[in-house]
């Protein structure tokens, strides 16, 4: 598989299967992702991967603790704009559109954001950190980092879904992840294999037309 087709291939996965994929792999694509661009070659990011036990162990502990949401830190800017809040509600209306789930269902909708916390059943949830004092371009440089990874585990036929989910649960995390002090959860990462048969996995996101956000000029 080449790079093109890794793009075209790679999107967010929320249904796996059982299957758990190597210490060895895992490692592969986290060392190989870290060949990523970053400022000043800083590499401002440490990663952490959990699967077994270890991974049970920090759901257990998130499942039955409150999310806390940093307001420096959320996922979305608040009072969404367009032409990014129309596309972030198609988005999540094709996604509970392919698991049957209408606007007026809530407690549906609430039971499908809840398995965030469970990395949608994924063998192996990845954890990404940087330290607090790093400002915005650094945190560029951990999106290059993901999108490195991701394009990497694509390749070996594995699936991924990126969560900004895991930032709520910082100081969950922390007590299952040894990192320095001064450090937050930036990212998770569900990683394993995907369940073909999830009717969830048929959804796949629409991208905006170039003319919309591109340009080329003297050519």
């Keep these: 598989m080449d790079v093109s087709q890794a793009l075209r291939e790679r999107r967010s996965v929320r249904a796996f299967t059982s299957q758990v994929p190597s210490a060895e792999l895992v490692q592969q694509l986290m060392q190989d992702a870290a060949l990523a661009a970053s400022g000043g070659n800083m ?16 759901l257990a502990d998130v499942a039955k603790t409150p999310g806390e949401e940093n307001p420096a830190h959320l996922s979305y800017p608040p009072n969404l704009w367009e032409p990014y809040r129309t596309r972030r509600f198609a988005n999540g209306e094709d996604l509970y559109a392919s698991i049957g789930v209408p606007r007026e269902d809530k407690a549906g909708r609430l039971q499908q954001l809840a398995k965030n916390a ?3 059943g994924a063998p192996v949830g990845l954890i990404m950190f940087t330290e607090e004092r790093m400002g915005p371009v650094q945190w560029m440089d951990l999106g290059i980092y993901l999108q490195s990874f991701m394009l990497r585990a694509t390749e ?6 990126a969560q900004g989910f895991w930032r709520r649960y910082d100081a969950v995390v922390k007590q299952h992840v040894e990192v320095p002090d001064g450090y937050l959860v930036t990212y998770g990462i569900a990683l ?5 048969t999830a009717p969830i996995n048929s959804m796949r996101a629409s991208r905006a037309d170039f003319a919309e956000w591109g340009q080329l000029r003297g050519f």
Excluded: H, I, N, S
């Design 118 to 120: 469970q990395f949608f």
């Design 192 to 196: 394993g294999y995907e369940d073909k």
């Design 43 to 58: 590499q401002p990011w440490r990663v952490a991967a959990l699967t077994g036990d270890a991974l049970q162990a920090m």
């Design 156 to 161: 070996e036929g594995l699936a991924t879904c």
